[in-house]
């Protein structure tokens, strides 16, 4: 009795911690999105609509920049448009610039989240605790190791690559969802139906309440691949993972899901088509760039990034905590199944379908491990280069967040299921020590923790200085319309740490200071400071 009374009180110690956790991880990340100021290309996608007026003026602007960047530069026929059509250099000014990166924050830990915790469900896993403390390690990762600038606190970083990568998970998600409510739709006629008699209700019926999730994944996927390639390869790799996890587990290849990948892939095939990628690569790559240079390029980037994770960070402590929680959680899972199993029973099928769902989840497993390479590879193929920005290690770090988190778990299943029932909590208790040495050994300790530097950096009110200094500034151009600018500014956008500030380069005659000047009426900027 003890016992079981310690283990609730320890069960819902985590669970409130895990809470606690998220809340402080994610509003970080929330609060600082909102001292996000104006940088870089964001004057250039406001150049076309500076001057627009009305929303019909400015849909009108964005389609043409889209077209412009979709023949001249790349292929995001969506981002391009949402980068402009939103744009608050255009329209909206500091306070719109405000609401559309604190939404940019809330969908991007929103959809990551949503995802883990339906893929959570179709693993069985029923502990609010587990699922709540898994979702606080899948944040950790993308709020512990890295600020990811580039994403949160840039405008068109979050237009190219923070609204499509939440809008794909989003797609996946509901891809899951669609397809777990046809399952429960079908269960539920096929078990009303008089034994020895199939259902009368038409199939359309059953899985009328799915058409609308099925729909919607395949408008956001399409919108989620016109962008980047490291985007748009993601999500087509992940909606065809959907697909074949299906396929292997209902042994059919179910026409809704591919119609949802077929969306997605058609707008890859939009996006990879476009003539403005093929100008930047040519103006990037000042070599040949062959295949094998794309692969073997890709094999050491995710070598890198497998470093940079486990030895730069402290995965391991990550990776071995969801190893003894997926041992926890399925030995749990096992022992109460071993308990309905002494009771009657007629499922005879149960054991085929167990059969099934497995043989498909270690296909699935394996297509994620596989994903940070589709990641990785249309960018440097695509792009001839051999390295990748901040924003495109965002989303590389997202699904080998999910992918190595998945495989963790399924370790920790698996250890429970080949080990005698005598023997899992002395390797239990073992895995909990080396978990605990891990963590106070590793030179990533909790001072290092990114969200907790910022959270020090919000208490000394850098980013509120920063803010205030630059909407200042900006202001002040009101005054200053037709004349020649000077300013003593940063030179680069990492003058603060874990953040982008404005920045200007010497060059009064550079485009982007030209496109800067554009956005406030001046005749020229240019800044007085010498770069380092």
């Known amino acids: 009795m003890n016992s079981e009374r310690t283990k609730k009180i320890a069960s819902r110690a985590l669970l409130i911690l895990s809470v606690l956790a998220l809340i402080v991880m994610i509003g970080t990340v929330l609060v600082t999105s909102l001292y996000t100021v104006p940088i870089s290309d964001d004057y250039w996608y406001a150049r076309t609509g500076i001057g627009a007026k009305g929303l019909w003026h400015r849909l009108i602007v964005a389609v043409q920049f889209s077209y412009e960047i979709y023949v001249h530069h790349q292929g995001t026929y969506f981002t391009s448009f949402i980068g402009s059509l939103f744009n608050p250099l255009i329209h909206g000014g500091f306070p719109k610039l405000r609401v559309v990166m604190f939404i940019n924050a809330v969908m991007a830990f929103a959809s990551i989240l949503s995802f883990v915790y339906v893929a959570l469900g179709k693993l069985k896993v029923n502990s609010a605790t587990a699922r709540v403390f898994i979702l606080a390690v899948a944040t950790f990762v993308i709020t512990g190791f890295d600020a990811f600038q580039e994403i949160f606190y840039w405008f068109v970083g979050a237009c190219v690559y923070g609204f499509p990568m939440s809008l794909g998970m989003f797609a996946v998600t509901l891809l899951l969802l669609a397809n777990d409510r046809e399952t429960a739709r079908k269960s539920e006629f096929g078990a009303a139906a008089p034994e020895g008699r199939v259902s009368a209700v038409p199939s359309d019926r059953m899985t009328s309440k799915a058409k609308l999730l099925y729909i919607a994944s395949a408008i956001l996927g399409f919108c989620a691949v016109g962008a980047s390639l490291a985007i748009t390869g993601t999500v087509c790799w992940l909606v065809l993972s959907i697909v074949v996890f299906y396929a292997v587990k209902d042994k059919k290849l179910d026409r809704k899901n591919i119609s949802v990948f077929l969306a997605c892939f058609g707008g890859a095939l939009i996006n990879a088509a476009a003539p403005g990628n093929f100008i930047r690569l040519d103006l990037e790559s000042g070599e040949s760039f062959t295949l ?101 290690f965002y989303i590389l770090i997202v699904v080998m967040d999910i992918a190595l988190g998945n495989l963790a778990l399924a370790v920790g299943a698996l250890l429970s299921d080949l080990l005698k029932e005598k023997a899992q909590k002395p390797v239990l208790i073992a895995l909990a020590a080396v978990l605990l040495a891990l963590f106070v050994t590793t030179p990533y300790n909790i001072r290092e923790y990114i969200f907790l530097k910022m959270d020090k950096q919000l208490y000394l009110g850098e980013f509120q200085e920063n803010y205030d200094k630059t909407k200042a500034m900006i202001d002040s151009f009101a005054d200053m319309e037709g004349e020649d600018v000077e300013l003593d500014v940063p030179t680069h956008p990492e003058e603060i740490r874990n953040f982008y500030c404005f920045y200007l380069t010497e060059d009064p005659t550079s485009n982007f200071n030209k496109d800067i000047a554009k956005a406030y009426g001046l005749k020229s900027i240019v800044n007085t400071r010498k770069e380092d």
């Open 292 to 392: 094998i240079d794309g692969i073997s390029n890709t094999w050491g980037y995710f070598i890198y990034a497998l470093r940079w994770l486990f030895i730069n960070k402290n995965y391991g402590c990550v990776f071995l905590a969801l190893i003894i929680t997926g041992f926890a959680i399925f030995r749990r899972s096992r022992t109460t199944a071993t308990a309905k199993d002494k009771q009657p029973h007629d499922d005879a099928g149960a054991p085929e379908e167990s059969k099934c769902f497995t043989r498909a989840y270690a296909i699935l497993s394996a297509m994620l491990l596989f994903t940070p390479f589709v990641t990785v590879f249309p960018v440097l193929m695509g792009y001839g280069v051999g390295w990748m920005p901040n924003r495109c």
